[in-house]
């Protein structure tokens, strides 16, 4: 059963759409990546929709992403090295969480897909 909308619901989410657009719109951040239609392949090919370019990076956010596709954040710090994941959004202030969670994938590649890191957590959870 599909649940229905409130007059108010349906402003509040057209409003908080529009304020998110403009956001994105009068962002600083860096959208010239050479490996970005690398990441868009790689996102296709796990089919993972990637961030969009105007969001900042944040811990938070960060650990939401990596969550998302099973990979835990010592990984993350094993491969890129301690501190790199608290200090990514401070050390580059230009970056979007776009091209992070890029870095992510490519990452995830490297040591063997997600396919790989999801079939790890299976075998925890069934273990």
Same mark, same amino acid.
């Given at each position: 059963?599909?649940?229905? =909308?409130? /007059?108010?619901? &349906?402003?509040?989410?057209?409003?908080?759409?529009?304020?998110?657009?403009?956001?994105?719109? !009068?962002?600083?951040?860096?959208?010239? =990546? @050479?490996?970005? /239609? #690398?990441?868009?392949? @790689?996102?296709?090919?796990?089919?993972?929709?990637?961030?969009?370019?105007?969001?900042? /990076?944040? !811990? +938070?956010?960060?650990?939401?992403?990596l969550?998302? !596709?099973g990979?835990? &954040?010592?990984?993350?710090e094993? #491969? #890129?090295?301690?501190?790199? %994941?608290?200090? %990514?959004?401070?050390?580059? /202030?230009?970056?979007?969480?776009?091209?992070? =969670?890029? @870095? !992510? @994938?490519e990452?995830a590649?490297?040591?063997?897909?997600?396919?790989?890191?999801?079939?790890?957590?299976?075998?925890? %959870?069934? +273990?």
């Amino acid at each position: 059963m599909k649940r229905t =909308f409130t /007059p108010e619901e &349906q402003a509040k989410a057209q409003e908080t759409r529009r304020l998110h657009k403009l956001a994105r719109q !009068v962002s600083t951040l860096r959208q010239d =990546f @050479l490996d970005a /239609p #690398y990441w868009l392949e @790689l996102g296709r090919k796990y089919n993972i929709r990637l961030p969009a370019w105007g969001i900042a /990076p944040t !811990v +938070s956010n960060m650990r939401t992403w990596l969550h998302r !596709v099973g990979i835990k &954040q010592s990984e993350y710090e094993d #491969y #890129y090295g301690k501190g790199n %994941f608290a200090n %990514f959004p401070t050390m580059n /202030p230009e970056w979007p969480l776009r091209a992070w =969670f890029g @870095l !992510v @994938l490519e990452m995830a590649e490297d040591i063997g897909g997600l396919d790989d890191i999801q079939n790890r957590i299976n075998c925890h %959870f069934l +273990s």
